[in-house]
Each structure stands twice: as structure tokens, then as C-alpha cells.
T-cell receptor, first 114, second 115 residues
């Protein structure tokens, strides 16, 4: 299996622009998670989906952030408009919904907003 | 609410010496405990987990962790450290009921193994 796939790996954009991050979970996994990692705040859970349905988006920092999962093999995290404080590494992770199943992480997208 | 504490931001150890990275947790219900490692510019990689059974869990790359219920700890250990073990290590916990099923991560411990 190829593991969790994220694209792009690096994104540099200017303040005010729309940014879309993409994730393909491991085949057969039905839970998907979006995290953000910064030096100041560490690893934060933004949102997670079970069977393509958003379950908890309480970690989404503000309305500028939105996430979708149109099918079992694809999810997007969108920031519109982007701000410099959104600069971070964004990780996607997936697992099955078994009681103690392990989350597997993608390589991350490093976002820089100028 | 569940939480994880990694009391040491930085751990330094000489190559060949044993290493310990500390983790304590708080969770309602039975804990599921995980260790992940992150190398520079990479995603988190799963090392090992405790679900039930033997308190000593063995994982990848020679790492092991000991679950101690009375001390609510899950310290990561390795008998003989390698320079290549230098990385950022995260402990995580999730419970087995309700909202506790979501994984909560510690703040991470930077391990440096000195040659």
C-alpha cells in the first residue's frame, strides 16, 4: 500500500489567496483526520471524518477553513482567504474505525503564506 | 478531558546508552496508548501501541514501552541508543468510550543521540 498521500508537499502563496490541500487515505480506512503542526501550538486536530461524514470540526480555527470528503478516497482542506498565521505543516491521517486501530499519517503539506 | 504530558522537551543521550522518553496520561475509561516518531520534514510514523495484555510492548526499531496503570505512565525505552534514533517523539492516548475515542497527542520530546 502506498500509505496516506498528500499533495502538494509544499505550497507558497500570498495572503488573501485560496489554498487547497489534498489527501488520499489508505484504501479500506474509513476514518480521516486533518492536523496542523506549528512550533508554537504543536500538533492540533482540526477535523475528522467517519465514513465521509464530518464528526467533529471543533478544531477548525475559523470560518476561513473548510474541509470536505466527497468519497472514501479523497479529502480536501481549504483555506480562503489565507493569512500568514496559517503557515504550518498540515497532516492528513487515516485509520479504520476499529476500537484501537492505529492512525497512519501522510508526509504533510508545508504551507507558507507570505 | 483526556490529556498527555511529556515532561521533557529535550532528551540527550550518548550512543550505546539506554534511553527513556517519558509520558503520562489522563483518560476516562481504558487507555489505548501510542508512540509515534517524526523525523525532520517527515510525517509521524507509528512505533508501537498498548491496547491490553502484557504491560511491556515491543515495537519498531528496537523500541519498547512499559504501561504502568497505577502511575498512568507509558514511557518509551530502548536498551542501546543509535545516532539515527535522533528525532521528535510523540506520545498519544485515546479512551474507549464516547468522545475519548479521539487521539490526543503530547507536545513531543526531541531526542538527540550523541555519537
Amino acid at each position: 500500500d502506498a500509505g496516506v498521500i498528500q499533495s502538494p508537499r509544499h505550497e507558497v502563496t500570498e495572503m488573501g489567496q485560496e489554498v487547497t490541500l489534498r489527501c488520499k487515505p489508505i484504501s479500506g480506512h474509513n476514518s480521516l483526520f486533518w492536523y496542523r503542526q506549528t512550533m508554537m501550538r504543536g500538533l492540533e486536530l482540526l477535523i475528522y471524518f467517519n465514513n465521509n461524514v464530518p464528526i467533529d470540526d471543533s478544531g477548525m480555527p475559523e470560518d476561513r477553513f473548510s474541509a470536505k470528503m466527497p468519497n472514501a478516497s479523497f479529502s480536501t482542506l481549504k483555506i480562503q482567504p489565507s493569512e500568514p498565521r496559517d503557515s504550518a505543516v498540515y497532516f492528513c491521517a487515516s485509520r479504520t474505525t476499529g476500537g484501537a486501530d492505529t492512525q497512519y499519517f501522510g508526509p504533510g503539506t508545508r504551507l507558507t503564506v507570505l | 478531558a483526556q490529556s498527555v504530558a511529556q515532561p521533557e522537551d529535550q532528551v540527550n543521550v550518548a550512543e550505546g546508552n539506554p534511553l527513556t522518553v517519558k509520558c503520562t496520561y489522563s483518560v476516562s475509561g481504558n487507555p489505548y496508548l501510542f508512540w509515534y516518531v517524526q523525523y525532520p520534514n517527515r510525517g509521524l510514523q507509528f512505533l508501537l501501541k498498548y491496547i491490553t495484555g502484557d504491560n511491556l510492548v515491543k515495537g519498531s526499531y528496537g523500541f519498547e514501552a512499559e504501561f504502568n496503570k497505577s502511575q498512568t505512565s507509558f514511557h518509551l525505552k530502548k536498551p542501546s541508543a543509535l545516532v539515527s534514533d535522533s528525532a521528535l517523539y510523540f506520545c498519544a492516548v485515546r479512551g474507549d468510550t464516547g468522545s475519548a475515542r479521539q487521539l490526543t497527542f503530547g507536545s513531543g520530546t526531541q531526542l538527540t543521540v550523541l555519537p
